[in-house]
């Protein structure tokens, strides 16, 4: 019995619980092939994801497994700290500062420096350039937002870049939506198009203030009506005659209408005003 005809014999015995897209036997991958046991080739189009983006047994991920594998095969994070997770960690806090403390300059060194790193990740490979990107876009909107105007020049120092340069990012966010704004090319500087986001907010703030006034007055004038017993106390009637009674007594309201009893009550929370 030949090779072939063993694998086929043993395949036959293996439980049918997993389907299978294909028949074919692999013995070896390289890049984006796949070699069967004959040594027919198949381009793979259904790769897992371990090798999606750099293909089977490329030579830099063979010696670094090869490498690692050497030194420690699975360590269990929540359990022991190992040097690749601990040579992460400086990275890590330098973005995250940078970008928290604003110092953009050095944040997009830093991501220009890892991007070599997230270059060779098994899951990021295909997007590092785009995050780096969005981080960026990020750290531009994050820097001009605030205000209503700013120099290109101070833009520029802040992300360690040329004017010319930081004056294609923005034009581009500018044109994309990202950034309601225009560029003034005879100052050289950037405005902000519609209300000022500092302005609007003082404005909210100042709205929610006058809120809490009335509602506080409102409150006020309840405990003072409370504290002179004044209490309005509605006539007895059955429910069918107080729904009659609702259209007209509506009426006289949107009429203006009053009667005695409601005027003294009225002259009454007056004087307890002025009090």
């Known amino acids: ?10 395949k036959a015995k293996l439980s049918p619980v997993w389907t299978h897209s294909t028949q074919i036997i692999v013995d070896h991958g390289k890049g984006s092939w796949l ?19 750099t293909g089977h047994c490329h030579p830099k991920v063979v010696e670094a497994i090869q490498k690692q594998a050497g030194l420690l095969l699975h360590g269990q994070a929540n359990i022991i700290f190992h040097k690749p997770m601990l040579e992460l960690v400086p990275v890590l806090k330098e973005l995250l500062t940078n970008f928290i403390s604003s110092s953009y300059g050095p944040l997009i060194k830093t991501l220009g420096a890892a991007l070599p790193l997230l270059s060779v990740d098994p899951f990021l490979h295909s997007h590092a350039e785009t995050i780096v990107k969005d981080i960026k876009v990020q750290a531009l909107l994050q820097c001009t937002l605030p205000y209503s105007s700013l120099k290109l020049e101070k833009i520029a120092n802040a992300f360690d870049m040329d004017v010319a340069e930081i004056e294609v990012e923005l034009a581009q966010l500018i044109s994309s939506g990202r950034i309601q704004a225009r560029i003034d090319s005879q100052s050289r500087t950037l405005v902000a198009r519609g209300d000022d986001k500092r302005d609007v907010g003082i404005r909210g703030a100042l709205e929610a203030s006058e809120h809490i006034v009335a509602e ?17 106390t509605p006539a007895k009637a059955s429910s069918r005659s107080a729904k009659a009674a ?10 203006g209408e009053r009667d005695e009893g409601e005027s003294e009550n009225e002259d009454l929370m007056e004087d307890m005003r002025s009090d």
Do not use: W
């Open 216 to 232: 506080s007055r409102a409150m006020l004038l309840r405990v003072n009506l409370l504290e002179n017993f004044v209490v309005y």
């Open 35 to 53: 070699y069967d046991i004959n040594g027919k080739a198949y381009l793979d189009f259904t790769c897992g994801i371990g090798v999606t983006n």
């Open 1 to 10: 019995m030949s090779d072939h005809q063993n694998y086929e014999a043993q």
């Open 246 to 255: 609702a259209p007209s007594m509506l009426a006289q309201a949107e009429s």
